[in-house]
């Protein structure tokens, strides 16, 4: 089990990076499959995963394996300084072009058909 301030540290960390915020601010409209995460930021899916690894790690991000596909939430349960750091990016960061222009993207991507 990971200690609790290397866990803090590891989420102030994932949080340092521009592509994981976006990612977490289309993770907290909808669970996604990666496919629709990589159709939405326009990045290439390996980089996209790299990224969810490390939110994975830090408990920011959960996986839930469906037949061949994966699909990425927001873990149900977190801890106190997930929550503040998850909120944030509604609240403070959530009326950037960039984030408001992913959101808008993801509201047009048709995200009920599975992945591709």
Known sequence: MKRALDQSTDQYKAFADPTRL???NLL??????VCHI???LGE?????????AMLRRAGLVT???E???RHY???AERTGLAETLLASISTCLGETSELQADRERLAHTNTDDGCN
Request: aromatic share 4%.
């Open 38 to 40: 990589v159709e939405v």
């Open 67 to 69: 037949g061949p596909w």
């Open 22 to 24: 976006r990612i977490l």
């Open 28 to 33: 907290g409209e909808k669970e996604l499959c």
């Open 63 to 65: 996986v839930r394996v």
């Open 73 to 75: 939430g927001l873990p």
């Open 44 to 52: 290439p899916q390996p980089k996209i995963s790299r990224h969810l």
